[in-house]
């Protein structure tokens, strides 16, 4: 019996090991990476691709950085910051570009996140979580946050708005 215990807690150590060792190196079947952009470092929700006028474009809701880096840096600004939408052109798929961010404000209804300590406390911060991203033929994209932010409605301006090219 403790030979099959034994045997049976070290299948279970092996199985919950084992996904950790993919994690060190890329693992394929029949699919090769060819761009890569790391959306500066912060989580991100379900990306939605679109096809406009020819170009193809990646609307990215973000959650945030890690407890490492809580607020990435922006690589279109240099500045510290968290959550967010991104806008990345792919259109040259060996190359995504960000072309464009946004960063809702708190607002009133925004939630306090919380985690517990292991001294018994907690650590809290208020955050912006964008989790769903649409978009649609007027170019207006409509952001909704999970942590009760509410929705929002953006329009893409600027250098962005010509990279997309929106004729409107």
């Not at 170009?55 to 973000?62: D, F, K, M, Q, V």
């Given at each position: 019996?403790?030979?099959?215990?034994?045997?049976?807690?070290?299948?279970?150590?092996?199985?919950?090991?084992?996904?950790?060792?993919?994690?060190?190196?890329?693992?394929?079947?029949?699919?090769?990476?060819?761009?890569?952009?790391?959306?500066?470092?912060?989580?991100?929700?379900?990306?939605?691709?679109?096809?406009?006028f020819?170009?193809?474009?990646?609307?990215?809701?973000?959650?945030?950085?890690?407890d490492?880096?809580?607020?990435?840096?922006?690589?279109?600004?240099?500045?510290?910051?968290?959550?967010?939408?991104?806008?990345v052109?792919?259109?040259?798929?060996?190359?995504?570009?960000?072309?464009?961010?946004?960063?809702?404000?708190?607002?009133?209804?925004?939630?306090?996140?919380?985690?517990?300590?292991?001294?018994?406390?907690q650590r809290?911060?208020?955050?912006?979580?964008?989790?769903?991203?649409?978009?649609?033929?007027?170019?207006?994209?409509?952001?909704?946050?999970?942590?009760?932010?509410?929705?929002?409605?953006?329009?893409?301006?600027?250098?962005?708005?010509?990279?997309?090219?929106?004729?409107n």
């Open positions: 019996m403790i030979r099959v215990a034994g045997a049976g807690w070290a299948l279970a150590l092996w199985m919950t090991a084992a996904p950790a060792f993919a994690q060190n190196a890329p693992e394929a079947k029949d699919m090769a990476l060819v761009g890569y952009n790391d959306t500066q470092g912060r989580s991100a929700y379900q990306p939605v691709i679109h096809e406009q020819g170009r193809w474009i990646a609307y990215t809701g973000h959650h945030g950085g890690t490492a880096v809580p607020n990435p840096k922006n690589p279109l600004t240099g500045a510290e910051e968290a959550n967010g939408t991104s806008i052109d792919i259109r040259d798929p060996y190359h995504p570009t960000e072309v464009a961010y946004h960063i809702p404000a708190v607002a009133e209804n925004t939630d306090r996140r919380c985690i517990k300590l292991d001294n018994g406390g809290c911060k208020v955050v912006i979580e964008t989790n769903n991203v649409e978009v649609d033929d007027r170019g207006y994209i409509y952001i909704v946050d999970r942590a009760n932010t509410g929705m929002h409605i953006l329009e893409l301006t600027g250098e962005a708005r010509k990279i997309v090219n929106f004729t």
